[in-house]
């Protein structure tokens, strides 16, 4: 089970930190990556984390502007958002799954969503 937290209402430039926590003994098993979907649009891909950490992957759009991170004694991955932008107004959902990648049928397992708005 995961569970998205610390979105919320921003300016255009500022910051905000995204959590998503798991809760059982397996989260260091599982890639954790990031997606979100804003309205009338299809869901896509942000960043992807693999289950160490070691590697990490991010779509051109929030390219050195985003960082993902993980604290697997925590359980919990972050996604930390600077610079942010209109265009990043979305549901951000974060899924775990034993493979990443840019494809949302790899994780198997997702959160609730946390919606993140940027006011321009």
């Known amino acids: 089970q995961l569970q998205a937290s610390g979105g919320g209402l921003v300016q255009a430039g500022g910051s905000l930190r995204l959590s998503c926590a798991a809760f059982?003994?397996?989260?260091?098993?599982?890639?954790i990556a990031w997606f979100r979907q804003a309205p009338g649009k299809e869901r896509e891909f942000v960043t992807t984390?693999?289950?160490?950490?070691?590697?990490?992957a991010y779509a051109d759009s929030v390219k050195g502007r985003f960082t993902i991170s993980r604290d697997n004694p925590k359980n919990t991955v972050y996604l930390q958002m600077n610079s942010l932008k209109p265009e990043d107004t979305a549901v951000y959902y974060c899924?775990?799954?034993?493979?990443?990648?840019?494809?949302?049928?790899?994780?198997?397992?997702w959160g609730q969503g946390t919606l993140v708005t940027v006011s321009s």
């Open positions: 059982g003994r397996t989260f260091s098993r599982y890639a």
């Open positions: 984390i693999t289950q160490s950490g070691t590697t990490t």
């Open positions: 899924g775990a799954g034993l493979s990443s990648g840019p494809r949302y049928y790899l994780y198997d397992y």
